[in-house]
């Protein structure tokens, strides 16, 4: 009997080299771009200086998967905002985070 797992495990999320241009690209061209522009720079920048001491690409990996994020969400959320949904009840996740301490 193999001590083997029967499944390959999952490779760790790796962007392509020309992920940051392209998504830069994408957001200046979106028209949120005098918002999302800005910060994403600032994130980006803040993990490069992290990468630069800590040796490490997780941070740098991380902003380009949030921000990939966002864009891919951005017509549901759109979608939710013109269809005169309801988001009264909304509760900050910070807020329950505070709770819980």
């Known amino acids: 009997m193999s001590a083997q797992p029967d499944h390959a495990p999952l490779p760790p999320y790796a962007p392509a080299p020309g ?6 690209a994408q957001l200046r061209a979106d028209r949120r771009a005098a918002q999302w522009v800005p910060a994403f720079e600032r994130e980006w920048a803040s993990a490069l200086e992290e990468s630069r001491r800590t ?8 902003v380009i998967q949030d921000w990939q994020g966002r864009l891919a969400s951005a017509p549901a959320v759109d979608a939710f905002i013109d269809g005169g949904c309801d988001d009264s009840d909304f509760i900050d996740m910070a807020d329950l985070r505070r709770r819980r301490r």
């Open 19 to 24: 992920a940051p241009a392209e998504l830069l």
């Open 55 to 62: 040796f490490s690409l997780a941070g740098l990996y991380e």
